[in-house]
């Protein structure tokens, strides 16, 4: 219809059917049993999925997510508008929403700096209080939170039973990486392992804003496509008890372009799926993208790192 073929349109009729082991490289470890983990009184605490969806707008996020708008009609769900900090950077705002801090703090303060993270952040947490990590994700979340030094695609692509803050990772090297390949890799970390903690981190929205400009219909496209892949999944991860975010890093303008205060480059959407979460539509305000790394902390039953906003703008429940 548009004259391209961006990728992810094709995605499997029923997810977790199984994977080939050679999809890793070496052999299944045995799966992991369950463990009784100390919940603290008065704490929500519950696996969680956070879904990240790198240089997702709000508006066009909010035009194509026909099924998580309708969670929140439905008051099954809460959404929010949020204002991301900056810059309106892949790398620094993925420290900022995994440690709550800003960038002046953090000092990722660009994409070209590559050491690890030098603060608490959701990872880490959880690894300290016995939780189970996962992530598929972009290297550059590797090298902050798994593996140090400059990801080595024939070396860093399957982490599995890993020594860094994540547990067990699946990372990909190419923006153009299908979605719906990230979200297999997902579920095969998820079934497998039981992760407290599952990060799904897609890229093709990036991508194909960078190509064509966020008013293009391929970018639009992206959105659509990854959106509909998530409709697919959330059901089955709610009928199995897990809480899910979904939200963004940052945005992106006409010209292909993020990292400055444009509300085009750094408004961006949250959905919370989570009976610790009060449902319906909060987005008549903005609220900061230094709620996230808190309100992962709550719902997963962690205490919040020194740093991190104390006050919530995030309405929970009394769970």
């Known amino acids: 219809m548009y004259g391209f073929d961006p990728p992810g349109r094709q995605f499997p009729a029923v997810w977790g059917s199984g994977i080939p082991p050679w999809l890793a490289g070496r052999p299944f470890p045995a799966p992991l049993l369950p463990e009784e983990k100390e919940r603290e009184k008065g704490v929500i605490l519950g696996k969680t999925i956070l879904v990240l969806l790198d240089a997702c707008r709000f508006d066009t996020g909010t035009e194509n997510a026909g099924y998580l708008e309708h969670l929140i009609d439905e008051r099954k769900g809460a959404k929010y508008r949020v204002r991301g900090e900056l810059p309106s950077m892949s790398r620094p705002m993925y420290e900022t929403s995994f440690t709550g801090l800003p960038s002046s703090v953090h000092g990722i303060t660009g994409n070209q700096i590559y050491r690890p993270s030098r603060f608490p952040n959701i990872f880490s947490l959880c690894r300290e209080k016995g939780l189970v990590t996962a992530a598929a994700a972009y290297q550059w979340i590797s090298e902050l939170y798994s593996r140090p030094g400059r990801f080595d695609p024939m070396r860093d692509r399957y982490q599995l039973q890993g020594e860094g803050d994540i547990c067990h990772g699946i990372f990909y090297y190419e923006d153009q990486y299908p ?16 992760p407290d903690f599952l990060l799904l981190h897609s890229m093709n929205i990036d991508y194909w804003g960078h190509q064509k400009g ?17 409709a697919q999944l959330l059901p089955r991860w709610q009928e199995e008890g ?8 940052h945005g992106m303008d006409r010209f292909g372009i993020h ?14 799926f989570s009976a610790a979460a009060v449902p319906g539509r909060f987005q008549e305000e903005e609220i900061s993208q230094l709620n996230l790394a808190p309100l992962l902390c709550r719902l997963l039953g962690l205490p919040p790192a020194p740093g991190m906003r104390e006050g919530l703008e995030v309405k929970l429940t009394d769970l």
């Open 179 to 194: 979605d719906s390949h990230l979200l297999g890799d997902g579920e095969f970390l998820r079934e497998r392992y039981q």
């Open 214 to 230: 966020s008013d293009s219909p391929e970018y639009a496209q992206a959105v659509a496509l990854v959106m509909e892949q998530i």
């Open 242 to 249: 897990w809480q899910v975010v979904v939200t963004a890093d």
């Open 259 to 272: 990292g400055g205060p444009t509300e085009e480059q750094r408004t961006i959407p949250l959905y919370i």
